[in-house]
């Protein structure tokens, strides 16, 4: 292997592979990535056994070659390296990289060492709008456990409807819901199309959320048996499928919620985030007492003392308290662009629902548990 490429473009793609490759792994050569050389580019492999990553650069190839690279060194060289073209040469069982007067070689493995992973779909029967599915990754990937022994819910569920698309993630305490209007898939009017539900592991929504910002469009999508497939511009994000039934979730959405008040986010967000600093480490609890025109939020640790901070509301219904874990409402209010938030409660020990009040283009929806008082 011979080649010589821009430093910007290899940069991107190895930047984009960090979140792929396991560091901290039993299997040594997942720490590495699967570079291939051939006519006028570069592709690049990254994969954990769950989710893989696949790329391609521009290159002056001088002589074709694959081999298997230490990913994590081979970025923090390129980074450090001038703005200047990039020379990449395999040299005795390593790999040269140069730019400029600086010189370096890193050791490689035998390419036949690295797992084999799917090359990508043939077709791509489903084409998803990239805001729209970008809303939906940024508003419901924090909800997701990453350590249940109930594996389902180290995903979310995706659901692609003839004429609307959504993603829902719940860690048994607390549901995000959002949903997103679709055209039909080509050829199919919104009565035929099927409804596609399968489940996406929490670190394939991380890396769709970072692909998603490069500015692409349209997302193409394709499953197969075992695998999913998403299409962003040169790239594809290779992901297993969680095979398991994941929750009701329309049973856990109340409907009988008869209470509501208004907030102004950005006020509601700053009382909760002083009011918790003195909240109890662990459960992270705070309290809001609703009475007739205001909200109080509270918190007391008996070791390090309270906090109180009364918020002016339109409110004229009975007084109670209910409790709230603080993460989890902030949680909800970063996601979240609008200037108004919506509560919406029936008592001090039902699900309670905080939606954006005027968000355009989407539907959000997060249930969030009271805590015990």
């Known amino acids: 292997m011979e080649l010589v490429l821009r430093k910007t473009d290899l940069l991107r793609e190895l930047q984009l592979m960090q979140g792929i ?6 299997i040594p050569v997942l720490a590495n990535l699967l570079m291939e050389a051939d006519a006028n580019e570069i592709r690049l492999l990254a994969t954990d056994l769950e989710v893989g990553l696949r790329s391609r650069c521009e290159a002056s190839v001088a002589r074709p070659g694959t081999v298997i690279i230490p990913a994590k060194k081979l970025f923090e ?25 600086f010189d370096s070689r890193l050791a490689t493995q035998a390419a036949e060492e690295f797992p084999q992973v799917p090359t990508g779909a043939e077709e791509y029967p489903e084409t998803l709008a990239a805001a729209g599915l970008r809303q939906m990754v940024k508003k419901t990937q924090f909800a997701i456990t990453g350590e249940d022994t109930r594996y389902f819910l180290n995903g979310g569920l995706l659901v692609l409807g003839p004429d609307a698309m959504l993603l829902v993630a719940t860690d048994g305490h607390r549901l995000a819901h959002v949903k997103v209007p ?9 009565g035929e199309a099927e409804e596609l539900r399968v489940i996406l592991p929490k670190k394939t929504l991380s890396e769709l959320d970072k692909l998603l910002g490069e500015g692409d469009e349209v997302v193409q999508f394709a499953r197969t048996e075992n695998h999913l497939f998403f299409k962003v511009g040169e790239r594809v994000l290779i992901s297993r499928v969680i095979d398991g039934q994941f929750p009701a979730f329309e049973r856990v959405i109340p409907r009988t919620n008869d209470k509501k008040i208004d907030f102004e986010r950005d006020k509601l967000t700053s009382a909760i985030r002083r009011v918790s600093l003195l909240s109890n480490e662990r459960s992270r609890a705070v309290k809001l007492q609703i009475e007739a025109g205001q909200v109080e939020v509270t918190s007391s640790s008996p070791e390090v003392g309270d906090a109180r901070e009364l918020l002016m509301v339109e409110y004229a219904g009975p007084a109670l308290q209910v409790c709230f874990n603080a993460q989890y409402m902030l949680d909800f209010l970063t996601a979240v662009e609008t200037e108004q938030v919506v509560l919406e409660f029936k008592d001090e020990v039902s699900q309670a629902v905080m939606r954006p009040v005027g968000a355009e283009g989407y539907d959000y929806l997060y249930v969030i548990m009271p805590m015990r008082i």
């Open 21 to 26: 490759v396991e560091r901290k792994t039993t």
């Open 77 to 101: 060289i390129v980074r450090s390296l001038p703005e200047t073209d990039v020379r990449i040469e395999e040299d005795r069982g390593g790999v040269k990289i140069a730019a400029d007067r």
């Open 182 to 190: 679709r055209e039909a898939p080509a050829g199919k009017a919104g």
